[in-house]
């Protein structure tokens, strides 16, 4: 029995963790949950933290004070945010193209030798 490498990439872009559920790989579907889920989270409490501090330093500069703190407080929740958005972005691509391989090794199988009790390397080709 083959998977095709193609649709576990189809599913894994459509749902995260799909392609691993297709490919009888189901411990990696907390794993890409928890992995897009802790990148996701944390996106949104730098987006939260961001706006709220740009906020403040906008109301800072009406008063003609421009408290520095707010505007770096900015800077870094938006430097992190877009930190966090781009890892995301990787850890999704990184689902996908572990859906891919996966699929490519379902088949591929090491047993051992019957007579030398030795791990024995089998591979199939099809042209």
């Known amino acids: 029995m083959t998977k095709s490498p193609w649709a576990a990439v189809a599913r894994s872009a459509l749902i995260p963790g799909w392609g691993q559920l297709y490919n009888e790989s189901y411990w990696k579907v907390p794993v890409v ?35 520095s703190y707010y505007r770096d407080a900015r800077d870094n929740y938006r430097d992190d945010r877009d930190k966090y958005a781009l890892i995301l972005g990787i850890s999704y691509f990184l689902n996908m193209l572990d859906a891919y391989v996966d699929a490519q090794l379902f088949d591929f199988d090491v047993t051992e030798n019957p007579i030398t009790h030795q791990p024995e390397l089998s591979m199939k080709f099809s042209f």
């Open 33 to 67: 949950w928890g992995v897009l889920g802790w990148f996701a989270y944390l996106y949104n409490e730098n987006d939260k933290l961001y706006k709220e501090y740009k906020a403040l330093y906008t109301n800072s500069l009406e008063t003609g004070i421009g408290i």
